[in-house]
């Protein structure tokens, strides 16, 4: 029923007895979406944390492999990525046309050593940026 409303509502045609106007439809389908936004990204660091490479903290899963893992498509699995690396809880690194993403080791890290680790976390930024309004 939540759903069909969304639809109806990014139509147009919210009008009618008992449905309540279009405005708050769109701001509870914006909620709805930012929940399972948060979910989805979730589910994906944890399949990262099973990919994890234990000296380098790289994610050794490709985007295929991670996309159908928790049931997503590359490309909406490329869409987490970008905001698990906006609030820097992951790094990307690109070569050529292949991305390589590995984990701030200020977040999690499986580096054995401790001076590797503290190494790593300091050359890996901020813990995490701080959101407002979905904006870093």
Same mark, same amino acid.
């Given at each position: ?10 139509s ?13 439809? @769109? ?9 399972? +936004? ?8 944890? +399949?990262m ?20 893992r928790?049931?997503? @498509? ?16 992951i ?27 503290k ?18």
């Amino acid at each position: 029923a939540v759903l069909a409303a969304c639809r109806t509502a990014s139509s147009g045609n919210s009008s009618g007895a008992g449905r309540p106007p279009a405005k708050e439809i @769109t701001s509870g389908c914006w909620v709805i979406f930012r929940i399972s +936004r948060m979910a989805l990204a979730v589910m994906v660091w944890a +399949r990262m944390l099973e990919h994890l490479r234990m000296d380098t903290g790289e994610i050794m899963a490709t985007r295929q492999q991670l996309a159908e893992r928790v049931g997503e @498509t590359p490309q909406n699995l490329s869409r987490i990525m970008s905001e698990l690396a906006s609030i820097n809880a992951i790094r990307r690194e690109k070569e050529g046309r292949t991305v390589r993403y590995f984990l701030n080791p200020g977040i999690a890290t499986h580096i054995p050593n401790a001076s590797a680790r503290k190494a790593a976390r300091e050359g890996a930024g901020p813990l995490l940026r701080i959101m407002e309004g979905g904006k870093p």
